[in-house]
């Protein structure tokens, strides 16, 4: 069963509209990330947590918000979404000591129009 | 800043045939990072093929095989024998071995393999 669950898998938004993007993880898992992916691009940071109530930034922050009210629950936040925004968005866990490995669910595909 | 660099998809090759994905990296804020293969099947998330954490060391899983070389700042991956299973996207990525493991990826190579 997936241990890093997201949702929705796919979403058309408008611009200047807001969007909110969830994960969920059963790992038990300390740390949590939000990625971005553009094509033909590798995966990047936008923010990441390594305890609920606690978010930090990411490589690329400008335009995101993040949330983590509870050690399972990861949220991306879009308050104004625009057409650059427009890719697929990965979350990811890891665990404090071992944190090596990040577990990914399978991807948002974000088109923002 | 730090980046990650590999080959240029998609890589088609013949089932059985050898692969190499070449990887090279660029840390300039790390001086010992942790470099990682993480492999995307259809449908699912990136999962964690191999990771090797010191230079010189080789890292294998499933028939892959890569070796951290310091040197030419590299992390190629290697196998022997593809399956048509095999066909997936591989990502080179490198980490700060410290709180936090922000990982920087490369691009991604889009692996198919044919009967």
């Known amino acids: 069963e997936a241990a890093v669950t997201q949702s929705p898998r796919s979403k058309v938004a408008v611009t200047g509209g807001k969007v909110t993007l969830s994960c969920h993880q059963t790992?038990?898992?300390?740390?949590m990330y939000w990625y971005r992916q553009d094509t033909g691009h590798g995966l990047r940071l936008i923010h990441y947590?390594?305890?609920?109530?606690?978010?930090e930034k990411g490589d690329i922050p400008d335009g995101y918000k993040a949330s983590r009210p509870s050690q399972e629950n990861f949220s991306l936040i879009l308050e104004l979404a625009s057409l650059s925004q427009t890719a697929v968005y990965f979350c990811?866990?890891?665990?404090?000591?071992?944190?090596?490995?990040?577990?990914f669910g399978p991807g948002t595909r974000l088109t923002v129009l | 800043g730090d980046s990650v660099t590999q080959t240029e998809g998609p890589v088609t090759v013949s089932e059985s045939e050898s692969l190499i994905i070449n990887c090279t990296y660029s840390?300039?804020?790390?001086?010992?990072?942790?470099l990682f293969w993480y492999v995307r099947y259809p449908g699912e998330g990136l999962q964690l093929l191999l990771k090797?954490?010191?230079?010189?060391q080789k890292g294998s899983s499933r028939g892959f095989e890569a070796t951290y070389n310091k040197e030419t700042t590299s992390f190629h991956l290697q196998k022997a024998s593809v399956q048509e299973s095999d066909s997936a996207v591989y990502y080179c990525?490198?980490?700060?071995?410290?709180?936090?493991?922000?990982?920087?990826f490369g691009q991604g190579t889009i692996l198919k393999v044919y009967l």
């Open positions: 990811a866990s890891s665990d404090w000591g071992h944190s090596y490995e990040q577990y």
């Open positions: 790992n038990n898992h300390d740390y």
């Open positions: 947590s390594y305890v609920a109530d606690s978010t």
């Open positions: 840390a300039t804020s790390i001086a010992y990072p942790n």
């Open positions: 090797v954490i010191t230079a010189g």
């Open positions: 990525a490198l980490g700060e071995p410290s709180s936090g493991q922000k990982l920087v």
